[in-house]
């Protein structure tokens, strides 16, 4: 199985900063990568697809690169509502492993 | 709008089984792949099963195969899972999620879950 892994496991930032999240598989999995974001109490919402793909209604300061086994989820200003736990997930070959999160809060 | 209602969730004693129930609605259900994914308080998301647009192939994580079994019924539009065996490990929010087309691929859409509590 792939395992994920994800950097950092928390970071706070002040509103307007921009944040970067690191995943890393430890096979290649070509641009088969989504983030996804978890508020606190609510459920995982799809951020981006096939790495860098927008999700519908999501806000273009999140962006998603990398390739390969590196990926990156860019917030080019973080803003209040980006409060969140930000996941990866690997595909289309299970299992779908998830990263272990990335907790994000406003400094 | 899609739509996905999870039931089924409840108090259950260790060893004991419970079935869990995901409802579909505002979307072709029977072309979708349709999958399980759990939360245990405080943790991350963990992957448990997933199912086929067709129900002629699953997957489970390993730490359920034997013990877990996923349906789907599409005239009905539900996905279940059938949970046994259940232990404390399992104690978690589940969660359906649903695939963009019949094959394995992200989550965009999810259900607002349903809690399993392993107990004596």
């Known amino acids: 199985d792939i395992q994920m892994t994800q950097s950092p496991s928390s970071l706070s930032a002040s509103v307007g900063d921009r944040v970067t999240i690191t995943c890393r598989a430890r096979?290649?999995?070509?641009?088969?990568l989504a983030w996804y974001q978890q508020k606190p109490g609510k459920v995982p919402k799809l951020l981006i697809y096939?790495?860098?793909t927008l999700h519908s209604g999501v806000p273009s300061r999140f962006s998603g690169s990398g390739s390969g086994t590196d990926f990156t989820l860019t917030i080019s200003s973080l803003q209040p509502e980006d409060v969140a736990t930000y996941y990866c997930q690997k595909y289309p070959s299970a299992p779908f492993t998830f990263g272990p999160g990335t907790k994000v809060d406003i400094k | 709008e899609v739509q996905l209602v999870e039931s089924g969730g409840g108090l259950v004693q260790p060893g004991g089984s419970l079935r869990l129930s995901c409802g579909a609605s505002?979307?072709?259900?029977?072309?979708?792949?349709m999958h399980w994914v759990r939360q245990a308080s405080g943790k991350g998301l963990e992957y448990v099963s997933g199912i086929n647009s067709n129900g002629g192939a699953t997957y489970y994580v390993d730490s359920v195969k034997g013990r877990f079994t996923i349906s789907r019924d599409n005239s009905k539009n539900t996905v279940y899972l059938q949970m046994g065996s259940l232990r404390a490990e399992d104690m978690a929010v589940y969660y359906c999620?649903?695939?963009?087309?019949?094959?394995?691929?992200?989550?965009?859409?999810w259900g607002q879950g349903t809690l399993v509590t392993v107990s004596s």
């Open positions: 505002g979307f072709t259900f029977r072309i979708h792949a």
């Open positions: 999620a649903r695939s963009p087309s019949s094959g394995w691929y992200y989550f965009d859409s």
């Open positions: 096939t790495a860098s």
């Open positions: 096979q290649g999995i070509n641009n088969f």
